[in-house]
């Protein structure tokens, strides 16, 4: 079936360090990718997408390519700050069912 | 602009009893889903709805039900609570064919 797997956590990183999270999607044709991000104590915000194959998301410092060929979505930043602690997930909207399936998600820690 | 609203905020049930919770969508999103997730864990989809109609089921058993009414807010109810049903609940909503949804802040329930 439908599934996405995350890279797990949890991660701890310096302020300024890069970052990548690794996730790979299992899914008939040709889903629409996602990363979302929560706060503690808060629902979730989506923070990037990408709806067709090579297409790149970016938004806030962060990027994330849609890899058909290896069906794959990495989350990356180049110089990560505090305030980007948080629980990151990776999702995929099932065409036709639209549903989003989740990763478990990635917990980030950013220490100064 | 009011984004996706959910009440209540907390509550604490006891096991066997019934609750509701309620979502109001964004302004001229007709597309409301639920998506309940356990601590530690990503959002697992229960339901989606477009036009008071249910067009996608999760997997939850019958004890799970919804609706929405014609203004497009809707409604979450859980009969006869098991421990297990403790968690965050999300409402998300979208533009119809749209390839994205916000989510608000969610319900945690506490079943006890």
New interface residues.
């Given amino acids: 079936g439908d599934s996405?797997t995350q890279m797990e956590g949890p991660v701890t990183l310096s302020e300024e360090a890069f970052l990548t999270i690794n996730c790979t999607y299992t899914a008939t044709g040709y889903p629409?990718l996602?990363w979302?991000v929560q706060y503690p104590g808060?629902?979730?915000?989506?923070l990037l997408?990408a709806?067709k194959a090579d297409d790149k998301g970016s938004n806030k410092g962060f990027e994330a390519t849609y890899r058909k060929e290896t069906t794959s979505f990495h989350l990356e930043k180049g110089s990560v700050q505090v305030s980007d602690s948080a629980v990151y997930?990776c999702?995929c909207?099932i065409q036709g069912?639209?549903?989003?399936?989740?990763?478990?998600?990635t917990r980030l820690t950013i220490n100064p | 602009d009011a984004g996706v609203t959910q009440s209540p905020t907390h509550l604490i049930k006891t096991r066997g009893q019934h609750v509701t919770l309620r979502c109001s969508p964004i302004s001229g999103h007709k597309s409301v889903s639920w998506y309940q997730q356990v601590l530690g864990q990503g959002p697992q989809f229960i339901f989606q709805y477009y036009e008071k109609e249910e067009r996608g089921r999760g997997n939850f058993p019958d004890r799970f039900s919804a609706r929405q009414f014609p203004n497009y807010s809707s409604e979450l109810n859980v009969n006869a609570l098991l421990l297990g049903d403790s968690a965050l609940y999300l409402c998300a909503s979208s533009l119809v064919g749209a390839r994205g949804y916000t989510f608000g802040s969610g319900t945690r329930l506490t079943v006890v």
């Fill in positions: 996405v629409s996602f979302y808060e629902g979730l915000q989506l997408k709806t997930f999702a909207l069912a639209q549903k989003l399936v989740f990763g478990q998600g």
